[in-house]
């Protein structure tokens, strides 16, 4: 985690997909737009992968992202919540 000023450079573990980017492409997702989020780049299977518009997060990524901190925690912190409730 590196932060600058309100943002955060961070990396994170996919280990549910968000209802929000679940099998939605990039350019559908409205990251920026809503949270002020940017994935920057994905690990998929040992392998980079630049994020383009057609790209959908999934199960085991690690993305990178820039942006508030707090807006990440929310996107990536409700998979956890849901989770819970389902076990």
Do not use: W
Not at 35 to 64: A, H, P, W
Not at 66 to 73: D, E, L, M, T
Request: negative net charge.
């Amino acid at each position: 985690v590196v932060n600058y000023g309100a943002n955060t450079l961070m990396e994170v573990v996919v280990n549910e997909v968000p209802k929000e980017l679940d099998g939605i492409p990039m350019k559908n997702s409205h990251l920026v737009d809503r949270y002020s989020i940017q994935i920057i780049i994905i690990k998929r299977d040992n392998e980079y992968l630049f994020v383009d518009k057609d790209m959908v997060v999934q199960k085991g990524d690690v993305v990178t992202l820039f942006g508030p901190y707090v807006n990440i925690k929310h996107l990536f912190n409700n998979t956890d919540k849901k989770k819970e409730k389902d076990e």
